[in-house]
């Protein structure tokens, strides 16, 4: 699936910055779970609000902070999409 050209320099910038131990697997997971999100908006392409769902859905609790902070550091505007969730 393709991606919005910004979502995707965003999102490689934001995974450049986890730890390396995590960066692989964070970013497999990422990517497959945004495209997925895509396909049930019924998109063609991945856009921000598919990558923060994708991140608020698999987030282990002891990096949920961090998470955030690469998120809003890196433009990803989670608070427009309803993030987080309660």
Request: no cysteine; aromatic share 12%; charged share 25%.
């Amino acid at each position: 699936m393709i991606w919005e050209i910004s979502t995707e320099k965003k999102f490689k910038v934001l995974i450049s910055k986890i730890p390396v131990f995590h960066r692989h697997i964070t970013e497999s997971v990422v990517i497959q779970e945004a495209e997925i999100n895509a396909s049930k908006r019924k998109s063609n392409q991945v856009e921000d609000e598919d990558v923060v769902s994708a991140f608020f859905s698999d987030v282990p609790s002891p990096f949920y902070s961090m998470m955030l902070r690469l998120l809003e550091q890196n433009g990803f505007n989670y608070k427009a999409y309803g993030f987080p969730r309660k």
